[in-house]
């Protein structure tokens, strides 16, 4: 049920070729460790018998080291995870089983002296001189060792078992850890969508056009949770951007904000200012109990719906006319006396009731500036949690989000979760 991706493809036959070419040279190398008098059966035996345990335990521990990786709450790294866990496994057991079937065939051909390609063509016996040399120190014949055998015997482990040789090793293996910790910190995170598409694809004129010309951002959504109190005023004054709000709202702070192209589109500022205005919501007396709504303040008994303090600066609807008169605001029209709507935001507000008297949720919409690369969208993305987790003390239930955050979120805690890993 785990979906693949493309980098899945591309990188995983690669991965377990490299796991596999080691396992395939070490049983090759070993066969050909144990003498030729004996069968070709036997060697393969005592091959398996040699290092089999060694490879079962490397490739345990290479599948189980990648089913780790399922821990993390990174899906695409889970992803990856298993199916290269998965892979190394069947790696393993096609080495066990068939390749080990298939070498011994080919074994059995260079004894017969089968050419590989056409093994019906038998070759004449080579003489033993030329597989065979005389070792200088004794005199006596041995079967004759190749180049790099030669040469890690009599010139790199003399070097490398020399005490200062191994002095040395020691300092520059730990002079290479420090400059890889000093470093780890500069690296930069993410994976550009171009780097994965084939050469030819047609996407990759899509993202060139897309960074050449792209003069907007992605959308970014503010979300307020949990029943937030929007009649009291002094809750608006830490939500809103209007004359007599906080300087350190969550708009303001927003607006202000790296990244951030224009200013935000947030129903309760429109809303306010359509309170204050003295043409937008009017009403008339038309019997105990009963308002109706009204066009034109010139008709009888016309007033304004909401009893607002004369001389306060920044005066606020009470919070029965705040609920009272919120949906006729996200239904009201424009006209020549109001030019102030609501109509763009009943998207923005989920209600508690089918009564429209408490709110639930509300989102406030704004735009990123124009993110042409990765480095922009996940600092996009790390300016707009820290604006949200900066705000312990307003007792706002906030989320943020925007249409490409769950590609950049885990980009975030990458280094974090890489760091756990070498712990």
């Known amino acids: 049920g785990v979906e693949a991706s493309l980098i899945i493809g591309e990188v995983i036959p690669f991965l377990v070729l490299a796991i ?20 070709i059966d036997e060697r393969i035996a005592q091959t398996l018998a040699s290092v089999g345990p060694s490879i079962t335990l490397a490739s345990s521990s290479e599948a189980l080291a990648f089913l ?6 990174m899906p695409a790294v889970i992803a990856f995870a ?7 496994i069947f790696d393993f057991l096609f080495q066990v089983t068939a390749f080990v079937a298939l070498t011994t065939i080919d074994f059995k051909r260079q004894e017969a002296n089968r050419v590989d390609c056409v093994p019906c063509i038998i070759l004449e016996e080579p003489s033993d001189e030329s597989e065979n040399q005389l070792l200088p120190q ?8 190749s180049r790099l055998k030669r040469f890690f015997r009599d010139v790199y482990t003399p070097i490398i078992m020399h005490p200062t040789f191994k002095l040395l090793a020691l300092l520059a293996a730990f002079a290479l850890l420090f400059v890889c910790i000093a470093n780890l910190v500069h690296l930069p995170m993410g994976l550009d969508q171009s780097t994965a598409l084939p050469s030819d694809s047609y996407l990759l004129d899509y ?19 949990d029943y937030y109190n929007y009649t009291d005023v002094e809750a608006q004054n830490r939500i809103c951007s209007n004359p ?6 969550i708009v303001n702070q927003y607006d202000n904000a790296p990244y951030i192209a224009g ?10 200012s359509y309170t204050i205005a003295d043409k937008c919501c009017l009403n008339w007396y038309a019997g105990p109990g009963r308002m109706m709504e009204c066009y034109n303040e010139s008709q009888p008994y016309c007033d304004g719906c909401y009893h607002l303090d004369p001389y306060d600066d920044n005066p606020r609807p009470t919070p029965e006319e705040f609920m009272l008169y919120l949906p006729r605001f996200l239904a009201s029209d424009v006209n020549d006396d ?18 429209q008297t408490q709110i639930k949720t509300t989102r406030f919409r704004l735009y990123h500036s124009v993110l042409k690369d990765q480095s922009d969208f996940i600092n996009a993305l790390n300016t707009v949690y820290e604006v949200a987790d900066d705000n312990p003390d307003l007792d706002i239930s906030l989320i943020v989000y925007f249409i490409s955050i769950l590609n950049n979120t885990s980009k975030l805690s990458i280094f974090a979760h890489s760091l756990l890993a070498w712990l």
Request: one cysteine or more; glycine letters at 6%; aromatic letters at 12%.
């Open 207 to 225: 993202f060139d056009a897309q960074t050449d010309y792209l003069a907007v951002g992605p959308p970014l959504y503010i979300v307020i949770r």
């Open 244 to 249: 007599g709000c906080d300087p350190d709202s």
């Open 263 to 272: 200013t935000t589109y947030a129903w309760i500022d429109d809303y306010l």
């Open 68 to 73: 780790l990786g399922t821990l993390t709450n």
């Open 138 to 145: 004794t005199g006596k014949s041995e079967k004759k060792v």
């Open 20 to 39: 596999g070419v080691d396992n395939i040279f070490i049983l090759v190398n070993t066969y050909h460790k144990f003498p030729e008098h004996m069968s």
């Open 82 to 88: 298993l199916y290269s866990s998965v892979a190394i």
């Open 338 to 355: 109001c030019k102030l709507t609501g109509q763009a935001y009943p998207a923005d507000i989920v209600w508690a009731d089918d009564d």
